[in-house]
């Protein structure tokens, strides 16, 4: 079993190393940020300041004040697709509440 483990590790290092580098690098900045297990903070808080806190405000005015927006719009970065934007962030029945 010794031998069979000491074998993987030396065929397998670059791809244990591709994981544990950036898995490590990442655990760091979770806890001096303080993210989840290690504190308060949670990844969601971050999105919800900068993405979907734009896109509710966007979705608001493009349902009650200008409803031409709702499958294009060229406030989105240099004009695009909104139908996918509504799908992925916005089409939750929790924002009926």
């Known amino acids: 079993m010794q031998k069979t483990m000491q074998t993987f590790i030396q065929k397998q290092w670059p791809l244990l190393l591709a994981f544990f580098v950036p898995f490590l690098t990442m655990s760091l900045i979770y806890i ?5 297990p290690f504190g308060n903070d949670s990844l969601l808080t971050v999105d919800l300041g900068q993405q979907y806190v734009d896109f509710y405000a966007y979705y608001r005015q493009t349902f009650f004040e200008d409803p031409t927006t709702f499958f294009y719009s060229f406030s989105k970065a240099i004009g695009g697709d909104m139908v996918g934007l509504w799908a ?3 089409t939750s029945p929790f924002n009926l509440l």
């Open 32 to 36: 001096f940020q303080g993210v989840y």
């Open 88 to 90: 992925y962030y916005l």
